[in-house]
């Protein structure tokens, strides 16, 4: 029994459609790029691995996992005892700590005695900007208390010299 | 062994797992990295520090992710920052003064690269592999992912995590500038009519 194969001469209509298809063409630079294909292809050998690779990696690789393992193996304690064992730890630790900083570290005390007081006198400040110092209370003297008698004997502070108007005044001359 | 056993592998960190990987991918991490960085001690460097990191990032990598082109990933940044480094210590920074009196840096390559005849042993080989350094970076790991590695644009996409547009606009800009470069490669292999 023959297999039967669908042909075009049996669908015309098939034909036209194909026909009408567009030929897809190669694109500027094909055989260019096939040539340089070839080139690399043919005349570029493929470096490969030296001998001893794998080995170098996989102890590097080995290392690693040794250095990984034994971090995780200090990262992750999983018994609640070893828990509590670094916490315990952890307070001594930090008690002591804690104690020596804030030892040294605080301020030493000392006792203040505060300076004897000085009497400095009392300065008042004048229009004439001299200072003058002001007498103490006990530095102040009652003024004198004087009788009308001793009043009336007093000498009179005014000039004894008689100026007459009109008359030169030999003093002046001289 | 299938991607998703190997995944599983890594992820209990089994030794097995890892030396299955590197079985798959070193070579090709190895020449990867050669071709983008020039070196080929450096590029051992850069496959190395590949699979340490992946050792160490095992658990970010996501299920549904593929474990090519994450490798493929990490390689790339790897390499980036081996070149950066280099470029830091190799290049000279050369300050100019632009038309409008402003001081202006410009890194000045370093010329003196050479690959690396143990790898490279032919001259035209020599000469690919300096046209290659000459790229741009950014073109470079599209050529060299593309070309050379065979990933797939989609892969690439997902290597830079860049946009499918962006890689095919890279790899055209990036073969057209390695033509250039390699004219007169094409002219002794395959004659004048090639051009």
Redesign the interface.
């Given at each position: 029994m023959s297999e039967h194969k669908p042909d075009n001469h049996e669908h015309p209509e098939l034909r036209d459609i194909q026909r009408q298809l567009p030929r897809a063409t190669a694109p500027i630079?094909f055989?260019?790029?096939v040539?340089?294909?070839r080139?690399?292809?043919e005349?570029?050998?493929?470096?490969?691995?030296?001998e001893g690779?794998?080995e170098?990696?996989?102890s590097?690789?080995r290392k690693?996992?040794s250095s990984r393992r034994r971090l995780r193996r200090l990262r992750l304690p999983k018994s609640p005892r070893t828990w509590i064992a670094i916490g315990v730890g952890a307070a001594i630790v930090g008690g002591i700590a804690y104690y020596s900083a804030s030892k040294l570290a605080s301020p030493q005390i000392e006792h203040y005695q505060p300076p004897t007081p000085q009497v400095l006198p009392l300065v008042i400040p004048t229009d004439s900007a001299i200072e003058e110092p002001v007498p103490t209370r006990r530095q102040q003297q009652a003024p004198p208390v004087r009788t009308p008698r001793e009043t009336l004997k007093q000498q009179s502070t005014a000039p004894t010299k008689r100026v007459t108007p009109g008359v030169p005044d030999h003093d002046d001359e001289e | 062994m299938d991607e998703q056993t190997l995944v599983e592998l890594l992820l209990e960190?089994k030794?097995d797992g890892?030396?299955e990987l590197?079985?798959v991918y070193?070579?090709d991490?190895?020449?990867f990295a050669?071709?983008f960085v020039g070196s080929?001690d450096d590029?051992?460097d850069v496959?190395?520090e590949t699979?340490?990191r992946v050792?160490?990032f095992i658990e970010t990598f996501q299920r549904g992710a593929r474990l090519k082109t994450w490798l493929y990933a990490i390689a790339r940044n790897v390499a980036l920052s081996m070149l950066d480094e280099r470029k830091r210590r190799m290049t000279t920074r050369l300050v100019e003064t632009d038309d409008e009196g402003q001081e202006v840096e410009r890194d000045v390559p370093d010329v003196s690269y050479m690959p690396d005849r143990a790898?490279?042993?032919?001259i035209?080989?020599q000469r690919?592999?300096e046209a290659l350094m000459k790229l741009p970076t950014v073109y470079r790991e599209a050529v060299v992912l593309r070309?050379?590695e065979g990933l797939t644009y989609e892969e690439i996409a997902d290597v830079c995590k860049i946009e499918i547009g962006t890689v095919k606009s890279r790899i055209?800009r990036g073969?057209?500038m390695?033509?250039e470069l390699?004219r007169d490669?094409?002219e002794e292999?395959?004659g004048k009519q090639?051009q």
């Open positions: 630079g055989e260019e790029t040539l340089l294909r080139l690399l292809q005349h570029l050998p493929h470096a490969t691995a030296p690779f794998e170098e990696v996989l590097c690789l690693e996992e | 960190r030794e890892f030396r590197m079985r070193k070579d991490l190895v020449n050669y071709r080929y590029a051992v496959a190395q699979f340490v050792f160490r790898v490279d042993s032919t035209v080989a690919i592999q070309d050379i055209n073969r057209t390695l033509q390699l490669v094409y292999l395959y090639s």
